[in-house]
């Protein structure tokens, strides 16, 4: 009934062709006098989603998540992934050839520093890591005393004979009426950044920014809409654009060079090298700019000023155009969440729905707008114990039939032109335990507090974050991830600087958009999460002493109503689930075209009342 466009379900490789490579990259490594060699999930700039042409890590080891690296030893080996990954890695993993160690506490380097002997030479690609990241190489190597080798080309390269090509994706500009800013302003604000770095150019590193600041796309990587490019902006002068002049039309070609000169990639390195050797201080995004280019500035004379990308923040907050759009796309959406969790209430308790039919049945529904262009990122759908698997992915192998008492995760988002979402329910398939409601409602509440937070200007996501743990603290519980994450204007659906997290340091600024995340995982039993769209506004506080925001949600879709425990919630929280719900319903039902769906949706967003 259902066809997936932008996805697929096939199981990574693994087995004898992983344990091939793993002894063929081994033996390279060894002709190139080497004796170990890491292999970061990376491209050039560190995005998120890469081209199947990027994909060493996945292809060598078969962890196909998206965050992980591996490091490769003479006799030892090891992947390490964060907490999201555990489990998913634990099946994809041969644990025979490799150790599956944590991401983040300890680093790599750390175990790196125990299993290096004195005199090694341990390579790396200057290309895949940013400048901290080798600085961390260098340290733990020295500490060992070994010898840390930035390679010319990649030895992994060398032994993948099939490797894809890099991509082609045809560049589309992105209108004003979407943008709601025009390439010009955008450029005089940027270099008000640039001058106050007291810099004489900035490179954007971060294809995400090149997009931004001359408003195009492109299809170079799945689920965002990037043209993989860079750019240098001078304090004074014409930027230079350098992207692959195959993807460019002569409309678009025409576009960009109103606003700046466009050359070939290759282009990068001798144009670098030629303004740093009048010895320019040139900016660079520390979160994304390759050790080499800092590098080659550094050797041609050049003085390479890292730093957080001024650009990154200047995107983050939206614009009333964007904003607009942002709220149009979330409309939009709702009819499509609404169709498909009546359809899944419909047709799961009979047993014969799998994960699969979910995530092709919610990608028609959003294709039934004609107007989704992807989907954000692959959804995820888990039941049962699959969902306890915090970033699951199913496969044709792991597609897990829907059962009464299950709980069914579902997490996916969507890129429209004019806004992007991204959306978790989690659905009882009959009746849920006691301890799933208890569970689901501790979830809730954390939820309800990040959208009900009022806070001075210049509060950080550290700061919010715990509002949403707090019930679920009570209980002796937690979850392993960030409770938010930054969503870009048809772009990345995980946009930084800002995020409400441990680690999110950024202040909340009025016009960012963050998700509202909370969630419970019950290993090989259930998982929960919820998720809203927020976006940052100001609010009047009588008698405020400073200015105040607030967050306006914008995902409009039913919360299970079965899984609430009522009884748990105060006043205010049922009051604004109730409000909440009397809203998504005034939004989305007059815009539906059948009975069966506006009756299950009075249901689902009927007035909840304590017993």
């Known amino acids: 009934m259902f066809e997936a466009h932008f996805q697929t379900f096939e199981e990574p490789e693994g087995g004898v062709a992983l344990t091939a490579r793993l002894a063929r990259f081994r033996e390279e490594l060894a002709r190139r006098k080497l004796t170990g060699f890491v292999v970061p999930r990376a491209d050039q700039q560190q995005n998120e989603y890469v081209p ?42 041969d644990r025979k050839a490799w150790h599956i160690e944590p991401l983040a506490d300890p ?36 500490k060992a005393g070994a010898e840390l080798i930035a390679v010319e080309s990649n030895p992994l390269d060398q ?24 390439e010009a302003e ?11 770095l007291g810099v004489e150019a900035l490179v954007l590193s971060d294809s995400h920014a090149v997009a931004w600041t001359f408003n195009i796309r492109g299809a170079d990587v799945s689920h965002t809409p990037l043209p993989l490019s860079y750019a240098l902006v001078p304090k004074d002068g014409r930027p230079t654009v ?64 890292r730093g957080n990308d001024p650009v990154s923040l200047l995107k983050a907050v939206k614009n009333i155009t964007e904003i607009e759009g942002t709220r149009t796309a979330h409309q939009r959406d709702a009819l499509a969440l609404a169709r498909f969790l009546a359809w899944v209430d419909r047709e799961a308790p009979s047993g014969a729905l799998t994960e699969i039919d979910t995530v092709e049945a919610l990608e028609t529904f959003r294709r ?29 192998k792991s597609n897990r039939r829907i059962s009464p008492g299950d709980l069914l995760l579902i997490d996916s988002g969507a890129q429209y032109e004019d806004g992007t979402t991204d959306v978790t329910r989690t659905i009882a398939i009959g009746t849920p335990t006691d301890e799933m409601r208890d569970r689901f409602t501790r979830v ?72 509202n995340e909370p969630g419970y995982y019950k290993t090989d039993a259930f998982g929960i999460r919820i998720e809203n769209l927020e976006l940052v506004i100001g609010t009047d506080i009588p008698g405020a002493e400073k200015p105040v925001n607030a967050f306006e949600t914008l ?21 604004w689930l109730n409000d909440y719900h009397e809203r998504v319903n005034r939004a989305v039902r007059p815009h539906l075209d059948d009975n069966a769906t506006k009756l299950w949706l009075d249901d689902a967003t009927a007035a909840l009342q304590p017993l």
């Open 555 to 575: 995902t409009l879709a039913p919360i299970d109503r079965r899984l609430i425990n009522a009884n748990m919630l105060s006043a205010t929280e049922l009051k």
């Open 159 to 182: 032994i993948w004979t099939e490797r894809p090509a890099p991509p082609l994706g045809r560049v589309a500009i992105h209108g004003v009426q979407f943008s709601g800013e025009i």
């Open 368 to 396: 039934q707008t004609c107007a989704l262009k992807d989907v954000s990122f692959p959804t995820i759908a888990g039941t049962g114990p699959n969902g306890a698997i915090v970033h699951y992915r199913v496969t044709r």
């Open 186 to 196: 955008k450029l005089k604000r940027i270099r008000l950044e640039i001058n106050k």
């Open 444 to 515: 809730l509440r954390g939820h309800i507090a990040i959208a009900r937070a009022v806070f001075p200007d210049g509060t950080t996501g550290a700061q919010l974050d715990s509002f949403a743990r707090q019930y679920l603290w009570q209980a002796g519980l937690d979850f392993e991830h960030g409770t938010g994450h930054g969503v870009g204007s048809y772009l990345s659906v995980h946009e930084g600087p800002a995020r409400i997290s441990k680690l999110g340091t950024t202040p909340l600024k009025r016009g960012m958009i963050l998700s």
């Open 242 to 305: 350098f992207i692959d002049h195959r993807k460019l039309s002569n409309l678009t070609r025409d576009h960009l060079e109103q606003s700046a000169d466009v050359r070939e990639p290759d282009a990068l390195v001798p144009d670098l090298t030629e303004l740093a050797r009048s010895g320019a201080a040139i900016a660079l995004d520390s979160a994304t700019a390759a050790d080499a280019v800092s590098r080659l500035i550094a050797s041609a004379g050049g003085k390479p000023v």
């Open 52 to 93: 199947a042409s990027e994909e060493r890590l996945a292809w060598l080891t078969g962890f196909t998540g998206s965050a992980g690296m591996a490091i490769v030893l003479t006799r030892e080996a090891a992947v390490f992934v964060d907490g999201r990954y555990t489990l998913q890695a634990a099946k994809q993993v």
């Open 107 to 142: 680093p790599p380097e750390h175990w790196l520093g125990k299993h290096l002997a004195a005199g090694d030479r341990f390579g790396f690609d200057p290309w895949l890591h940013t400048s901290a990241a080798a600085e961390r190489l260098a340290a733990a190597c020295t």
